[in-house]
């Protein structure tokens, strides 16, 4: 038996609450080293490796000048390091430093710090049920985004 249309809206609610909340909760620091947005793009590019900026780009779903600043701004502040891309010398790859790991670590850390103290009236089993079923969806939606895609470069191709 399928999904029910109210559980699935319940579901599309419940999602989009819970991604405001938890951006809200562990992005919101007094203290962080760097603004959200240069940490989040950190966070991505350690994720992906090493590549070229429109590469980046395309994966974070933003234009590539609304990028340029925030990895011009890393690169000067030691976060990214930029090199002439040896498969073409007029192109550039970039990738973490090691004090942008740092600070990825750190970011890390007190995040799950905060978490942690959120869900203290959480036991291990609630929170590793919780861990399940979002890494379950996370894996739906990801292999329909993956289908969506597939379908899309297929029709372009016609």
């Known amino acids: ?24 909760l562990i992005t919101n620091e007094t203290d962080a080293v760097l603004p959200a947005a240069m940490i989040g793009v950190l966070f991505v590019l350690a ?11 395309s994966e974070m779903f933003v234009s ?10 890393l690169v000067d502040g030691g976060y990214v390091i930029r090199e002439t891309d040896p498969g073409d010398r ?5 990738r973490v430093s090691p004090s ?11 995040r799950a710090a905060r ?21 379950r969806l996370n894996e739906t939606f990801c292999a329909a985004n993956h289908q969506r895609e597939l379908a899309i470069h297929t029709n372009i191709g016609r």
């Open 100 to 110: 942008g790991m740092e600070v990825l670590r750190i970011t890390k850390e007190r």
């Open 1 to 24: 038996m399928s999904v029910q249309p109210d559980t699935t809206q319940a579901l599309v609610d419940a999602v989009f609450l819970l991604g405001r909340s938890l951006r809200y």
């Open 115 to 135: 978490l942690r103290d959120t869900l203290e009236g959480w036991s291990q089993t609630e929170a590793d049920a919780a861990v399940d079923s979002l890494n």
């Open 47 to 57: 994720g992906r490796g090493e590549c070229r900026q429109n590469e980046l780009a």
């Open 64 to 73: 590539q000048s609304s990028l340029s600043r925030q990895v011009s701004e």
């Open 90 to 94: 007029r192109a550039s790859r970039i």
